[in-house]
C-alpha cells in the first residue's frame, strides 16, 4: 500500500505563533504533494501544489507569505502556518501522489489546528 | 453555484437498505471522478472511481452521466461499517489539474 503521515496529528496554540506541519510518504515517493484544509461541515478545498525542488503553486485566495510550503525531498513537505490566528483553526490534509494519475492520490490522516 | 453539489444528508437508514447519493458538478470540461469516503475526523479514502459506462465494486454502484453532469453512488445492503460521509470529487484537467471536492453526504446506517 501507500501510507501518508502527519506530524502533529494536533496542536493547540496562541495566537500569534507560528505552526510547522510535516507530511511524508513512507513508502513512496511523491513528486507532487497536495495541501489541503476542511472547515467543519465544509469540503475540503485545495491550498497549494508542492512539486519537489520548486516553489509550490497557491490557489486564489491563499497567502502565500502565510501559508509556507517546502518540499524539500521526494518523501516530505512542511506547511507552516505563520502568525496564526483563531480564523486559521481547521484540519489540514496533505495527500501525496504516487504516480502520474490521481487515483493514486493517498492522503495523509490529517492535522487538527486550534488556535486559541 | 457551487463547483461540485451533493445533498448533505444526513441519510438515515436501516442495515440491508439500498440507498443512493447523487452530485451533481458545474465544469463541463471536468476530466474524470470519484466518489471517497471520510469518516469523521479522518482523512479521505478513495472509494471508487467513476466512469462513463457506469462501474461496480462489490455492493457499491457508481454511473455517471456526462450530458447531465451527474454522478450517482448505490449501496446496496447497508453495513453499519458504510456510515461515513461519502465525497464526490472531480477533476479539473488541463492547466488547472486539480480535485475539487464536494461537501460529502452523510450516511447512518441504522442497526
Known amino acids: 500500500g501507500a501510507v501518508v503521515s502527519q506530524h502533529p496529528s494536533w496542536v493547540i496554540c496562541k495566537s500569534g505563533t507560528s505552526v510547522k506541519i510535516e507530511c511524508r510518504s513512507l513508502?513512496?515517493?511523491?513528486?507532487?504533494m497536495f495541501w489541503y484544509r476542511q472547515f467543519p461541515k465544509q469540503s475540503l478545498m485545495l491550498m497549494a501544489t508542492?512539486?519537489?525542488?520548486?516553489?509550490?503553486?497557491?490557489e486564489q485566495g491563499v497567502e502565500k507569505d502565510k501559508f509556507l510550503i517546502n518540499h524539500a525531498s521526494l518523501t516530505l513537505s512542511t506547511l507552516t502556518v505563520t502568525s496564526a490566528h483563531p480564523e486559521d483553526s481547521s484540519f489540514y490534509i496533505c495527500?501525496?501522489?504516487?504516480?502520474?494519475?490521481?487515483?493514486?492520490?493517498?492522503f495523509g490522516p490529517g492535522t487538527r489546528l486550534t488556535v486559541l | 453555484r457551487k463547483e461540485v453539489e451533493q445533498d448533505p444528508g444526513p441519510f438515515n437508514v436501516p442495515e440491508g437498505a439500498t440507498v443512493a447519493f447523487n452530485c451533481t458538478y458545474s465544469n463541463s470540461a471536468s476530466q474524470s471522478f470519484f466518489w471517497y469516503r471520510q469518516d469523521c475526523r479522518k482523512e479521505p479514502k478513495l472509494l471508487m472511481s467513476v466512469y462513463s459506462s457506469g462501474n461496480e465494486d462489490g455492493r457499491f454502484t457508481a454511473q455517471l452521466n456526462r450530458a447531465s453532469q451527474y454522478i450517482s453512488l448505490l449501496i446496496r445492503d447497508s453495513k453499519l461499517s458504510d456510515s461515513a460521509t461519502y465525497l464526490c470529487v472531480v477533476l479539473y484537467g488541463g492547466a488547472t489539474n486539480k480535485l475539487i471536492f464536494g461537501t460529502g453526504t452523510l450516511l447512518a446506517v441504522q442497526p
Open positions: 513508502d513512496f515517493q511523491a513528486t507532487t
Open positions: 508542492s512539486n519537489e525542488g520548486s516553489k509550490a503553486t497557491y
Open positions: 495527500s501525496a501522489r504516487k504516480g502520474a494519475s490521481y487515483n493514486e492520490q493517498f
